[in-house]
C-alpha cells in the first residue's frame, strides 16, 4: 500500500519480555518519527530519524527504549526488558524532509499496540 | 507539565451545526499548529494547520483560529456531518529545521455528530 504500515498491529507479551515494532514508511519520505499513546492522551514524541541517523531521541523514556533505521527506510523500535507501563499504542510516521515542501504534516500508520501482562 | 491542552474531553453536537474545538498551549516558542482527526483503530490523519505570523486559516468546512496573545486556537466545522465523529488532537511544535514533525499533542477531545 502507499501508506505508512506498521507491523504487529497487536502485540501481547509478559513482563520482562523484549518486543521489536517495524515501520515501513511512505516510500520517498526522508523523516521518520516513533509516537506512543497512553490510553486517553495525545501521542507523545519518542524520536525522529532523518535518513538513517537518529536527529533527535529526546523523547525516548528511558535505555530499556531503542530504535534504528538502518537503511533509511523501515525503521525497527526496540524495547527490552518490557514493563506494565510500557503498555499503549506505538505510532510511526513519515514525511518529506522538513524544511522543504513540509507543513509540518505527518503521515501516521495505524500503530502497533503493545500490551505487557 | 501539558504543555497543549484541550480542556473539553468531549462534545456533542447535531448535524448542519458548527462545531468548536479548542486548544490551548502554554510554551510560547510555539509557532506552528496543526489538528489531527483519528477514528478508532486508525493512525491520526492531518487535518488542517496554521503558522503563527497568520490568525486564520480555512480549508473548506474547517477553520483554525489562532490568538497569539491568548496562546489559544480553535477549530471550527461548519456544518457538522455524522462522518465528522472522531477524536480531535491539537498539536504544536517549533517550526524550521528539524523540529516540524516534533508535535506536542494535547490530549484529545470525542467529537459526536448527531444525525
Known amino acids: 500500500g502507499a501508506g505508512v504500515s506498521q507491523t504487529p498491529s497487536n502485540k501481547v507479551t509478559e513482563k520482562g519480555k523484549y518486543v521489536e515494532l517495524r515501520c515501513d514508511p511512505i516510500s520517498g519520505h526522508t523523516a521518520l518519527y516513533w509516537y506512543r499513546q497512553s490510553l486517553g492522551q495525545g501521542p507523545e514524541f519518542l524520536i525522529y530519524?532523518?535518513?538513517?541517523?537518529?536527529?533527535?531521541d529526546s523523547g525516548l523514556p528511558n535505555d530499556r527504549f531503542f530504535a534504528v533505521r538502518p537503511e533509511g527506510s523501515v525503521s525497527t523500535l526496540k524495547i527490552q526488558r518490557t514493563e506494565r507501563g510500557d503498555s499503549a499504542v506505538y505510532l510511526c510516521?513519515?514525511?518529506?524532509?522538513?524544511?522543504?515542501?513540509?507543513?509540518?504534516?505527518?503521515?501516521f500508520g495505524e500503530g502497533s499496540r503493545l500490551t505487557v501482562l | 507539565d501539558q504543555q497543549v491542552k484541550q480542556n473539553s474531553p468531549s462534545l456533542s453536537v447535531q448535524e448542519g451545526r458548527i462545531s468548536i474545538l479548542n486548544c490551548d498551549y502554554t510554551n510560547s516558542m510555539f509557532d506552528y499548529f496543526l489538528w489531527y482527526k483519528k477514528y478508532p483503530a486508525e493512525g491520526p490523519t492531518f487535518l488542517i494547520s496554521i503558522s503563527s505570523i497568520k490568525d486564520k486559516n480555512e480549508d473548506g468546512r474547517f477553520t483554525v483560529f489562532l490568538n497569539k496573545s491568548a496562546k489559544h486556537l480553535s477549530l471550527h466545522i461548519v456544518p457538522s456531518q455524522p462522518g465528522d465523529s472522531a477524536v480531535y488532537f491539537c498539536?504544536?511544535?517549533?517550526?524550521?529545521?528539524?523540529?516540524?514533525?516534533?508535535?506536542?499533542f494535547g490530549q484529545g477531545t470525542i467529537l459526536t455528530v448527531h444525525p
Open positions: 498539536a504544536a511544535s517549533v517550526a524550521g529545521g528539524t523540529s516540524y514533525g516534533k508535535l506536542t
Open positions: 530519524f532523518q535518513g538513517t541517523g537518529a536527529a533527535d
Open positions: 510516521a513519515s514525511s518529506l524532509t522538513p524544511g522543504t515542501y513540509n507543513t509540518g504534516e505527518l503521515f
